[in-house]
């Protein structure tokens, strides 16, 4: 036998020894395998079970009376109301005083005028509220002018009486209903107030009547606490 075919029938021999061996490693895992999936097949899902059981809670319940807990319950609710009772009062309250005129407005609001410092005939301009206020003392002739105009025949329809209180004292903004220019006092065609701006005419009782202002001058509330005092606001 040459020494090349004695190498190779040893290499065969080995080669076929391997195999054998593979194969029963190969039976061994798969019979092991087949034990895991046996014992897996029998693993029972935890989801199968009933999984709507309650905990006990015994433990966390209260060791008292359930009276005693009513009254610290009802002593909680009460004291948490009242707590916020008493915050919303107070927000509301902030909210109320910082949305109110400030002292400076509510002093504006409201002008007394001394009604004896005015001499009939004369004419007194004030400020109230950023507007001027005409303050006309009438004089008997000028009460009788007003009234006897025919008012139904004017623009803006008012007899004299429906805008003064006192008919000796005329009260009215001056501030002319075209535009909102400050008028003239004791001028212009009717006696009374004239608007250089586009030549607006008021009579004796501040009525428009000539001129494109479409509305007599506004008469603002005011009161007369005494004889001496008008008060305007
Ligand atoms: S603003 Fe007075 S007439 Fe125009």
């Known amino acids: 036998m040459s020494l090349a075919s004695a190498s190779g029938s040893l290499l065969r021999s080995c ?47 209260s060791k008292k009376s359930p009276r005693s807990n ?21 927000t509301v309250q902030d909210f109320l005083v910082n949305m109110s005129a400030s002292a400076d407005v509510l002093a504006q609001a409201k002008v007394e005028i001394g009604l004896g410092a005015i001499p009939e005939g004369k ?11 005409f303050i006309r003392h009438r004089t008997q002739g000028e009460i009788d002018e007003a009234n006897q105009i025919d008012h139904t025949s004017l623009r803006d329809p008012q007899a004299d009486e429906e805008r003064v209180q006192d008919p000796k004292w005329l009260v009215m903004l001056g ?32 009525r428009i009547r000539k001129g494109p202002a479409p509305l007599n001058l506004e008469v603002p509330a005011y009161n007369f606490p005494d004889d001496e005092t008008l008060v305007i606001g």
């Open 123 to 133: 004419n007194v301009i004030i400020k109230w509220r950023g507007k001027p206020v």
């Open 70 to 90: 009513q009254v610290f319950s009802y002593f909680m609710a009460g004291s948490l109301g009242l707590a916020s009772a008493v915050g919303a009062k107070a």
């Open 175 to 206: 501030v002319c209903t075209h535009l909102g220019c400050v008028p003239i006092g004791e001028a212009g065609d009717y006696g009374g107030w004239f608007c250089p701006c586009h030549g607006s005419h008021y009579d004796i009782s501040g």
């Open 15 to 61: 080669a076929r020894q391997q195999l054998t061996t593979s194969r029963a490693a190969l039976a061994s895992c798969q019979q092991s395998r087949g034990v895991a999936d046996a014992s897996k097949a029998s693993f029972e899902s935890p989801f199968s079970s009933n999984t709507t059981k309650i905990p006990d809670f015994t433990k966390y319940s």
